[in-house]
């Protein structure tokens, strides 16, 4: 099984930054895609960045981009997510989750959700 511990969402004020970390445990192919994604209150989840595990072709919504960074540190078994420029629609529960091609497949991650890192920016 593939664990998954998202952390560093917190309460930042419009226009600030937080940096996410989801740590990887267990066993899974570096070659799939890692991705974040979020759901705000009364609304689906969505997913906002996705990356190859070993740091390739990167994905963006674009609603986040040229705002949200994500990266991977193979060695530490970690996928982070920089978030710049924050507005108040950024507001969510942010998870990590795994799978194949995920900013172009119609198929579910593979990964069971966590708890997420609650995200909230104050305007």
């Known amino acids: 099984q593939v664990q998954l511990a998202e952390s560093g969402g917190g309460l930042v004020q419009a226009g600030g930054s937080l940096r996410l970390s989801c740590a990887a445990s267990g066993r899974f192919f570096s070659g799939y895609d890692w991705g974040w994604y979020r759901q705000a209150p009364g609304k689906e989840r969505e997913m906002v960045a996705a990356?190859?595990?070993?740091?390739?072709?990167?994905f963006y919504a674009d609603s986040v981009k040229g705002r949200f960074t994500i990266s991977t540190n193979s060695a530490m078994n970690t996928v982070y997510l920089e978030m710049n420029s924050l507005k108040s629609e950024d507001t969510a529960i942010y998870y990590c989750n795994w799978g194949l091609n995920l900013a172009t497949s119609t198929r579910p991650p593979f990964g069971s959700w966590g708890q997420g890192t609650q995200v909230t920016v104050s305007s």
């Open positions: 990356i190859r595990w070993s740091g390739g072709r990167t």
